[in-house]
C-alpha cells in the first residue's frame, strides 16, 4: 500500500470513529441510571417556560433582617409548597451554588419532569432529598429538581451566607 492510500485509510477510518461516538453521546440523554442523582449536560427537558413568562403567587423569603420576594409558579410542587407557608427552614451550603433546606414531609412530584436545570435565581424542590432549594449559582441539570419558582433582585442576601442559617418562606401580603 503507498503512502498516500494509507492516509486516506487512516482519514477515513478516524471520520467513521469520530462520528460514530458524536452519535452515540448525542443519544444519550438518560440523566442518571437507577434514580440515582447525576448531573448531565443534555438539554433541559423542563416544562417551566423562563421566570419572566410565569405567572404565580408572591411569597416572601426572610432572612435574617432582610426580606426577598419570590414568586411560587403555578405547578404541583409549586402548589403543595404554597399549602405548607408559613415554612421556617434551616439551610445550609451546597456546592457554593445553593442552599438547601430539608422539609419534614415530601412534596408531590406528580405531573412534574423527572429532572431540570435550574436557572440562577430560581426557588426548587430536589425531590431524592425532600429539599427546598434557594439557586444562586449555575448547578446545571439533574435528575430529581423541580423548578417550583423564581426570587426576584439581588440574591446577595443568600449567596452571602457563610455558614448555616434560618429562613421563613410566607405569602406575600
Not at 485509510?9 to 452519535?23: I, K, M
Not at 419534614?104 to 432549594?133: C, F, I, K, S
Request: charged share 20%; with cysteine; hydrophobic share 35%.
Amino acid at each position: 500500500m503507498t503512502a498516500i492510500s494509507r492516509r486516506a485509510v487512516t482519514a477515513s477510518l478516524a471520520a467513521v470513529l469520530g462520528l460514530g461516538l458524536a452519535a452515540c453521546t448525542q443519544s444519550s440523554d438518560s440523566g442518571s441510571e437507577g434514580g440515582t442523582s447525576a448531573p448531565s449536560s443534555a438539554a433541559s427537558s423542563s416544562i417551566s417556560p423562563s421566570a419572566d413568562e410565569q405567572e404565580g403567587t408572591p411569597i416572601r423569603i426572610r432572612i435574617g433582617d432582610q426580606t426577598l420576594d419570590a414568586t411560587v409558579w403555578d405547578n404541583p410542587t409549586g402548589r403543595a409548597l404554597l399549602e405548607r407557608l408559613p415554612l421556617t427552614l434551616s439551610f445550609e451550603d451546597l456546592n457554593g451554588e445553593e442552599k438547601v433546606g430539608h422539609l419534614d414531609r415530601e412534596l408531590t412530584m406528580d405531573g412534574m419532569p423527572d429532572g431540570d436545570d435550574p436557572q440562577v435565581g430560581d426557588l426548587g424542590y430536589y425531590a431524592p432529598w425532600g429539599n427546598v432549594v434557594l439557586y444562586y449559582g449555575d448547578v446545571g441539570r439533574w435528575d430529581g429538581i423541580a423548578r417550583i419558582g423564581h426570587i426576584h433582585g439581588n440574591l446577595s442576601a443568600i449567596s452571602d451566607q457563610t455558614g448555616d442559617f434560618t429562613a421563613t418562606l410566607e405569602a406575600a401580603k
